[in-house]
């Protein structure tokens, strides 16, 4: 796309925002500037670019589309999800602020926040958005309200206009961790959050090789000071991983199409299935969240938990029975994951507590690649059968 050419659909966007050939050498796809430091006509002047941790032009390019696909002003990025978690609520927030984080939320995020931020003096609650009102929720001092939706690994669905008003109401700002429904699905921003999230490992990325995470904004004084932390901390992404993570932007809106029909179809199968206690997939009609996020997402993707009938021995044969379906952390790649959350991806939170927010023993979180359905049923359908004992 030539440049001050407006991208309007997504795949557009997805495709060419903050992305124009090389002026060198025409190059179509940006390139990967792999390069430290930058020559300067004399001090002080320069091209845009002097240090790689401050700025780098793959960097900018990747930062640039993801703003547009989340309809944002501003967006940066970060060495990982977490580092992009830590550089905003450091710079959001200061010791002794109030923070209110959902109750299920990414076991990193949790760890994060109650063993590395809270020895520090940040203050944090942690709360069922769907069952407390959003007055008791979000008290008056609070100062940033943290929440996923859908939540990770129950797939809790919040209301998110309804926080960002509370929130606002007592001074607050709201960050939302769109990671499960990336930007395809739901942008949080023109809910009238103030700040959205993504670790870019998962569905941005969509390939599972590469780590990253980003931050979006619409208000220009905060992003300013988020550049300034990203900068003075350096938590960075280097420029191969800015360029993996540009391309596989490129298919975002088809493999979430992909990831959608496989998903819907798993869920039918697994709503019908006897050995299969309960599942979670908000864009079910069964599912609690169901008319808000018909009202706040466009769809959703390939993320679906479910309870298997039984105990955690039988749990743990069936992850490890599937053949298709790779027992691994992790999600959003092209290739279909299985795990248990409460001994894999939030095994850091404690027992009584996991128990309390609903994330059983038995529970097992799927992310749905982009295979062919057949195979994929096919493989959940031998894990069932494996499995009994």
């Known amino acids: 796309m030539k440049s001050g ?9 997805a495709i060419h925002a903050g992305q124009s050939p090389d002026p060198s050498t025409g190059a179509v796809m940006t390139p990967i500037f792999q390069v ?13 670019y002097e240090y790689s941790r401050t700025d780098n032009p ?30 905003l609520v450091r710079t959001v927030v200061s010791p002794g ?20 931020l809270r020895p520090h003096g940040f203050q944090f609650s942690f709360v069922d958005f769907t069952k407390v009102p959003m007055e008791q929720a979000i008290p008056e001092g609070t100062k940033l309200v943290w929440l996923e939706s859908p939540t990770n690994p129950l797939l ?5 206009r309804a926080v960002v008003t509370r929130a606002h109401a007592v001074g607050a700002q709201v960050v939302v961790d769109n990671t499960f429904a990336s930007p395809y699905f739901q942008n949080p921003l023109a809910l009238g959050a103030d700040f959205v999230l993504h670790s870019t490992t998962k569905y941005l990325g969509g390939h599972s090789d590469v ?11 905060a992003y300013e000071r988020l550049k300034f932390h990203q900068n003075a901390i350096g938590a960075v992404p280097g420029p191969m991983d800015c360029f993996l993570t540009l391309r596989g932007l490129k298919t975002l809106h088809v493999r979430m199409e992909r ?8 869920v039918d199968f697994l709503l019908d299935h006897p050995e299969v206690e309960r599942v979670y997939y908000p864009l079910h009609e069964s599912h609690p969240g169901y008319a808000i996020a018909r009202s706040q997402m466009s769809g959703f993707g390939g993320m679906i938990s479910f309870e298997l009938k039984g105990d955690l021995a039988r749990a743990r044969r069936f992850v490890a029975m599937t053949k298709i379906f790779t027992l691994a952390e992790s999600l959003g790649g092209v290739e279909s994951l299985i795990e248990l959350p409460a001994a894999m991806t939030h095994a850091s939170i404690e027992p009584e507590k996991r128990k309390a927010i609903g994330i059983v023993d038995g529970l097992i979180r799927l992310s749905v690649g982009i295979e062919d359905l057949p195979d994929l049923l096919g493989d959940l359908e031998q894990a069932f059968e494996a499995s009994r004992a």
């Not at 050419?5 to 966007?13: D, H, I, L, V, W």
């Not at 430290?36 to 845009?48: D, I, R």
């Not at 990831?259 to 798993?266: E, G, K, L, V």
């Open 259 to 266: 990831h959608q029909q496989n998903a819907r179809a798993i």
């Open 58 to 87: 793959t960097r900018t390019a990747l930062q640039g589309c993801l703003a547009a696909l989340e309809g944002a002003a501003h967006g940066l990025v970060f060495a990982s999800g977490l580092a992009a978690t830590d550089t």
């Open 5 to 13: 050419a407006p991208p309007e659909g997504f795949g557009t966007r």
């Open 156 to 160: 809790k669905i919040t209301d998110i």
């Open 97 to 116: 602020d109030h923070v209110v984080c959902g109750d299920d939320v990414y076991g990193g995020t949790y760890r994060l926040f109650d063993k590395v």
């Open 211 to 221: 780590v990253g995470g980003t931050v979006l904004t619409n208000h220009t004084a």
């Open 36 to 48: 430290s430091t930058y020559a300067q006509q004399e001090v002080g002047k320069h091209q845009g």
